[in-house]
Nanobody, 117 residues
């Protein structure tokens, strides 16, 4: 499984961005795709996740502002980010969890989101 993340950029507080994570390879084996982020001097944290059944889960800081969705025809997962805050500034990574006997995790390259105040 290969993941290609895109869509980051510079935005003012209160603005919006949409991140994309395009998956290729053995995409049918993917159980969940999640978005993680790592801010300056912080540990990487889970932001949102969507499973193969379409169920979603969000970290408390982004609930009500971020929406994770997917387009199966394009093998792409999106993260719509609204009402962005400076504390959302981070490198955002997408992750795919594959269950094949055991769990494998695949990471895309990060995409930088910078929110100015």
């Amino acid at each position: 499984v290969q993941l290609q993340a895109s869509g980051g950029g510079l935005v003012q507080a209160g603005g919006s961005l949409r991140l994309s994570c395009a998956a290729s390879g053995s995409t049918s084996s993917i159980n969940t795709i999640g978005w993680y982020r790592q801010g300056p001097g912080k540990k990487r944290e889970l932001v949102a996740v969507i499973n193969s059944g379409g169920s979603t889960s969000y970290a408390d800081p982004v609930k009500g502002r971020f929406t994770i969705s997917r387009d199966n025809t394009k093998n792409t997962v999106y993260l719509q980010m609204n009402s962005l805050k400076p504390e959302d500034t981070a490198v955002y990574y997408c992750n795919a969890e594959v269950k094949a006997g055991r769990i494998f995790n695949y990471w895309g390259q990060g995409t930088l989101v910078t929110v100015s105040s």
